[in-house]
């Protein structure tokens, strides 16, 4: 069964909080739901026992040490993974890169989890909780060599507009923690929303466009199709990547 909203699945404090950052910070607009959702028996078991070595909380209380966690590997974070297969794929593709990987849902955080675990992968942290918290307040600044957002809710409602993730503000946060030169990759098959990003992008002083004519960018092979991305493509939806170098 579901846990209920606001308790700890995992009581002995192996596994992910249900709201790591408590009552330490302001509640604002979010750009995500949680997700509590049904976790499996092998999602359960691989959050227990890999939870202490491989997971954190984003609780806002401590700066992360990246070259400590990923024994000195460039870092991507990247920001919802889903159920995680794409993510164990890119680790598993470029054994030379971290990820730290973002999500609120606990199914997703066991699944991948337990992929990496499968496929003997080094170089994969979960992180649960709010990606701006983690930026905020846990990350350094000039710290990433990249940051991924595939994605991500697309708020289609025009008053939800303003939850959607890639707005000024967050563009401004993610650049002052990512190195000159890493890229920000954004993907989504909502046309509006990737008309929204390209905007914002293309505005914004901190980043250019890797396109030298601008637009969107032909999906790159370290991408892979997902399966969410192939069901919207079934469905007739297209779908647009960004590249923008951090300046």
Request: charged letters at 25%; aromatic letters at 8%; glycine letters at 10%.
């Amino acid at each position: 069964m579901p846990a209920r909203r606001g308790s700890r699945m995992f009581p002995d404090g192996t596994g992910p909080s249900p709201d790591p950052a408590g009552s330490h910070f302001e509640r604002r607009i979010r750009s995500f739901q949680p997700r509590r959702s049904r976790v499996t028996t092998g999602q359960g078991e691989a959050l227990r026992r890999l939870w202490p070595m491989w997971g954190l909380d984003i609780d806002g209380q401590r700066v992360l040490d990246l070259d400590e966690m990923f024994g000195g590997l460039p870092v991507v974070l990247e920001i919802g993974f889903g159920m995680g297969e794409a993510t164990a794929r890119m680790a598993a593709a470029d054994p030379g890169t971290g990820i730290l990987a973002v999500d609120v849902h606990t199914p997703g955080q066991g699944n991948l989890l337990a992929l990496a675990e499968r496929a003997g992968l080094t170089n994969v942290r979960v992180a649960n909780g709010d990606a701006i918290i983690l930026l905020r307040e846990m990350v350094k600044p000039d710290a990433l060599d990249g940051v991924r957002v595939y994605f991500p809710d697309p708020w289609p409602k025009k008053r939800h507009h303003k939850r959607r993730l890639i707005q000024p503000e967050f563009l401004t946060l993610a650049a002052s923690r990512m190195k000159p030169g890493a890229v920000l990759h954004c993907a989504t098959d909502w046309e509006p929303y990737a008309e929204q990003m390209l905007d914002v992008l293309t505005a914004h002083p901190d980043f250019e466009n890797t396109v030298p004519e601008g637009g969107y960018a032909p999906r790159p092979a370290f991408r892979p199709l997902t399966r969410f991305e192939s069901q919207g493509i079934d469905k007739g939806h297209v779908v647009h990547d960004l590249l923008f170098r951090r300046v």
